[in-house]
Protein backbone atom coordinates (compact mmCIF):
# COMPACT_ATOMS: atom_id res chain seq x y z
CA UNK A 1 0.00 0.00 0.00
CA UNK A 2 1.52 3.82 -1.32
CA UNK A 3 0.15 6.73 0.80
CA UNK A 4 1.32 10.18 0.34
CA UNK A 5 2.15 12.43 3.26
CA UNK A 6 0.40 15.06 4.01
CA UNK A 7 1.40 17.41 6.81
CA UNK A 8 -1.22 18.98 8.96
CA UNK A 9 -0.06 22.68 9.93
CA UNK A 10 -1.58 24.43 13.24
CA UNK A 11 -1.81 27.34 12.20
CA UNK A 12 -4.64 26.06 9.02
CA UNK A 13 -6.71 24.11 11.40
CA UNK A 14 -6.50 20.07 10.86
CA UNK A 15 -8.56 19.48 7.95
CA UNK A 16 -9.23 15.84 7.05
CA UNK A 17 -7.42 14.44 4.36
CA UNK A 18 -8.97 14.67 0.72
CA UNK A 19 -9.23 11.18 -0.07
CA UNK A 20 -8.14 8.01 1.52
CA UNK A 21 -4.92 7.56 -0.29
CA UNK A 22 -2.99 10.38 1.42
CA UNK A 23 -2.04 10.46 5.36
CA UNK A 24 -1.90 13.35 7.77
CA UNK A 25 0.93 13.95 9.30
CA UNK A 26 0.93 15.68 12.63
CA UNK A 27 4.83 17.36 14.02
CA UNK A 28 4.86 16.77 17.42
CA UNK A 29 7.60 17.82 19.20
CA UNK A 30 6.98 21.76 17.97
CA UNK A 31 4.53 24.37 17.18
CA UNK A 32 5.23 27.76 17.18
CA UNK A 33 1.42 28.59 16.93
CA UNK A 34 0.56 27.48 20.37
CA UNK A 35 4.06 28.60 22.32
CA UNK A 36 2.71 31.92 20.49
CA UNK A 37 0.42 31.85 23.49
CA UNK A 38 1.37 29.67 25.91
CA UNK A 39 5.20 30.63 26.34
CA UNK A 40 6.09 29.15 29.36
CA UNK A 41 5.30 25.19 27.66
CA UNK A 42 8.65 25.69 25.82
CA UNK A 43 11.56 23.38 26.29
CA UNK A 44 14.22 24.36 27.75
CA UNK A 45 18.17 23.52 27.39
CA UNK A 46 20.28 22.31 29.54
CA UNK A 47 22.06 25.94 29.96
CA UNK A 48 18.59 27.44 30.93
CA UNK A 49 17.85 28.73 27.34
CA UNK A 50 14.18 28.67 26.14
CA UNK A 51 13.19 27.12 22.70
CA UNK A 52 10.41 29.03 20.29
CA UNK A 53 9.43 26.10 18.80
CA UNK A 54 9.87 23.06 20.95
CA UNK A 55 6.96 21.89 23.44
CA UNK A 56 7.58 20.06 26.29
CA UNK A 57 6.09 16.75 26.57
CA UNK A 58 4.76 17.66 30.24
CA UNK A 59 2.71 20.29 29.19
CA UNK A 60 -0.86 19.52 29.79
CA UNK A 61 -1.90 22.45 27.83
CA UNK A 62 -0.28 21.51 25.04
CA UNK A 63 -1.94 18.25 25.16
CA UNK A 64 -5.25 19.34 25.47
CA UNK A 65 -4.62 21.43 22.63
CA UNK A 66 -3.57 18.66 20.15
CA UNK A 67 -6.33 16.50 21.30
CA UNK A 68 -9.00 19.13 21.05
CA UNK A 69 -7.89 19.68 17.60
CA UNK A 70 -7.59 16.12 16.49
CA UNK A 71 -10.94 15.53 17.60
CA UNK A 72 -12.58 16.64 14.03
CA UNK A 73 -9.97 14.63 12.19
CA UNK A 74 -11.63 11.92 9.70
CA UNK A 75 -8.85 9.30 8.68
CA UNK A 76 -8.23 5.98 9.79
CA UNK A 77 -4.02 6.32 9.60
CA UNK A 78 -2.51 9.56 11.48
CA UNK A 79 1.82 9.92 11.18
CA UNK A 80 2.67 11.14 14.39
CA UNK A 81 6.31 13.33 13.36
CA UNK A 82 8.90 13.68 15.47
CA UNK A 83 7.43 12.41 18.49
CA UNK A 84 10.67 12.62 20.30
CA UNK A 85 12.87 14.87 21.93
CA UNK A 86 15.32 17.17 20.10
CA UNK A 87 18.65 15.40 21.54
CA UNK A 88 19.61 14.92 25.17
CA UNK A 89 20.39 19.03 25.88
CA UNK A 90 16.26 19.16 25.89
CA UNK A 91 14.18 19.76 28.42
CA UNK A 92 15.26 20.95 31.85
CA UNK A 93 12.36 22.85 31.84
CA UNK A 94 10.67 23.50 35.90
CA UNK A 95 8.31 20.63 35.28
CA UNK A 96 11.19 18.22 34.02
CA UNK A 97 13.25 18.98 36.44
CA UNK A 98 11.15 17.92 39.25
CA UNK A 99 10.39 14.33 37.52
CA UNK A 100 14.16 14.10 37.35
CA UNK A 101 13.95 15.11 41.16
CA UNK A 102 11.52 12.65 41.77
CA UNK A 103 13.47 9.99 40.60
CA UNK A 104 16.31 11.02 42.71
CA UNK A 105 18.62 11.76 39.89
CA UNK A 106 21.52 13.57 39.98
CA UNK A 107 20.75 16.97 37.61
CA UNK A 108 23.97 18.48 38.25
CA UNK A 109 25.84 15.45 36.94
CA UNK A 110 23.48 14.98 33.88
CA UNK A 111 23.94 18.82 32.68
CA UNK A 112 27.69 18.29 33.26
CA UNK A 113 27.39 15.60 30.32
CA UNK A 114 24.90 16.49 28.07
CA UNK A 115 26.96 20.05 27.74
CA UNK A 116 29.98 18.52 26.44
CA UNK A 117 30.71 18.52 22.86
CA UNK A 118 30.62 13.96 22.69
CA UNK A 119 28.01 14.10 25.01
CA UNK A 120 26.39 11.00 23.26
CA UNK A 121 29.39 8.90 23.62
CA UNK A 122 29.91 9.47 27.27
CA UNK A 123 26.22 9.02 27.93
CA UNK A 124 25.99 5.61 26.01
CA UNK A 125 29.10 4.42 27.64
CA UNK A 126 27.77 5.59 31.36
CA UNK A 127 24.33 3.80 30.22
CA UNK A 128 25.98 0.62 29.24
CA UNK A 129 28.10 0.56 32.40
CA UNK A 130 25.24 0.57 34.57
CA UNK A 131 25.06 4.66 35.25
CA UNK A 132 22.08 4.74 37.56
CA UNK A 133 21.81 8.33 37.35
CA UNK A 134 21.84 7.65 32.98
CA UNK A 135 19.41 4.53 33.34
CA UNK A 136 16.91 6.81 35.73
CA UNK A 137 17.22 10.33 33.96
CA UNK A 138 16.67 8.44 30.47
CA UNK A 139 13.63 6.18 31.54
CA UNK A 140 11.91 9.49 33.17
CA UNK A 141 12.11 11.26 30.34
CA UNK A 142 10.83 8.18 28.15
CA UNK A 143 7.92 8.10 30.42
CA UNK A 144 6.79 12.13 29.80
CA UNK A 145 6.92 11.32 26.30
CA UNK A 146 5.52 8.23 26.75
CA UNK A 147 2.21 9.16 29.09
CA UNK A 148 1.91 12.00 26.62
CA UNK A 149 1.24 10.09 23.55
CA UNK A 150 -0.69 7.53 25.60
CA UNK A 151 -3.30 10.26 26.25
CA UNK A 152 -2.78 11.71 23.20
CA UNK A 153 -4.08 8.24 21.44
CA UNK A 154 -6.89 7.91 23.88
CA UNK A 155 -8.62 10.94 22.01
CA UNK A 156 -7.56 9.17 18.38
CA UNK A 157 -10.02 6.20 16.67
CA UNK A 158 -7.41 6.28 13.91
CA UNK A 159 -4.22 4.14 13.99
CA UNK A 160 -1.20 5.80 14.81
CA UNK A 161 2.02 5.67 13.45
CA UNK A 162 5.25 6.96 14.24
CA UNK A 163 8.51 8.44 12.30
CA UNK A 164 11.75 6.81 13.22
CA UNK A 165 15.38 8.16 11.69
CA UNK A 166 16.92 5.86 10.20
CA UNK A 167 20.07 7.20 12.19
CA UNK A 168 20.72 8.80 15.49
CA UNK A 169 23.65 10.81 16.05
CA UNK A 170 25.60 8.84 13.38
CA UNK A 171 24.52 5.40 14.70
CA UNK A 172 22.82 3.50 11.85
CA UNK A 173 20.12 1.36 12.43
CA UNK A 174 21.99 -1.25 10.93
CA UNK A 175 23.79 -1.43 14.43
CA UNK A 176 20.10 -2.38 15.89
CA UNK A 177 21.45 -2.55 19.88
CA UNK A 178 22.57 0.16 19.89
CA UNK A 179 19.92 2.03 17.72
CA UNK A 180 17.75 1.52 19.79
CA UNK A 181 19.79 3.00 22.83
CA UNK A 182 20.72 6.03 21.42
CA UNK A 183 16.81 6.22 20.41
CA UNK A 184 16.36 5.90 24.01
CA UNK A 185 18.62 8.50 25.62
CA UNK A 186 19.00 10.97 22.89
CA UNK A 187 15.73 11.38 21.67
CA UNK A 188 13.56 9.62 25.13
CA UNK A 189 12.10 7.12 22.61
CA UNK A 190 11.77 3.48 23.80
CA UNK A 191 10.18 1.53 21.84
CA UNK A 192 8.93 -1.13 24.14
CA UNK A 193 6.79 1.07 26.02
CA UNK A 194 5.34 3.05 22.84
CA UNK A 195 4.03 -0.49 21.00
CA UNK A 196 1.67 -0.44 23.83
CA UNK A 197 0.11 2.59 21.83
CA UNK A 198 1.29 3.20 18.45
CA UNK A 199 0.00 0.71 15.57
CA UNK A 200 3.56 1.03 13.45
CA UNK A 201 7.34 2.50 12.54
CA UNK A 202 7.41 4.60 9.70
CA UNK A 203 11.44 4.99 8.96
CA UNK A 204 12.76 7.64 7.06
CA UNK A 205 15.67 5.93 5.14
CA UNK A 206 16.36 9.15 2.59
CA UNK A 207 15.72 9.54 -0.65
CA UNK A 208 17.95 7.79 -2.39
CA UNK A 209 17.70 4.99 -0.06
CA UNK A 210 20.92 5.10 2.06
CA UNK A 211 20.81 1.53 1.90
CA UNK A 212 18.02 -1.19 2.01
CA UNK A 213 16.11 -2.30 5.74
CA UNK A 214 17.99 -5.35 6.88
CA UNK A 215 16.00 -8.45 7.83
CA UNK A 216 16.92 -8.86 11.39
CA UNK A 217 15.78 -5.16 11.96
CA UNK A 218 12.57 -5.39 10.02
CA UNK A 219 12.02 -8.57 12.49
CA UNK A 220 12.95 -6.87 15.93
CA UNK A 221 10.74 -3.51 14.58
CA UNK A 222 7.82 -6.49 14.00
CA UNK A 223 8.40 -8.20 17.54
CA UNK A 224 7.70 -5.26 19.21
CA UNK A 225 4.26 -5.57 17.00
CA UNK A 226 4.72 -2.46 15.16
CA UNK A 227 4.09 -2.56 11.42
CA UNK A 228 6.53 -2.02 9.74
CA UNK A 229 6.53 1.42 6.48
CA UNK A 230 9.33 3.09 5.10
CA UNK A 231 9.51 6.55 3.93
CA UNK A 232 10.84 8.12 0.89
CA UNK A 233 10.48 11.69 0.15
CA UNK A 234 6.40 12.07 1.13
CA UNK A 235 5.30 8.85 0.26
CA UNK A 236 4.83 5.92 2.63
CA UNK A 237 5.22 2.31 1.31
CA UNK A 238 4.24 -0.90 3.48
CA UNK A 239 7.63 -2.73 4.28
ZN1 LIG B 1 10.31 19.98 30.10
Not at 185 to 197: C, E, H, K, M, T
Not at 209 to 226: D, E, T, W
Request: charged share 25%.
Amino acid sequence: MIRKVYYIKSEEGFTSPPTRDVIPALVINSDKYFLSTYRSECMIKFDGQPSNIFVCFTSKSYLHYLKDRLRGLDTDMLLLDYLRYPNARWCFCKRCKQVFKYYDVDLEKVVDLVSKEDYMVELHYRFLRGDEDIFLWSRARALSLFNFVKELASSVSSSLLMTLPYKVQGISMSSFKFWLDYLLIDYGVNLDLLSSVLDGVVIAIGYPPLQPLSQKVFICLKSYGFSVWILKGNVINSA
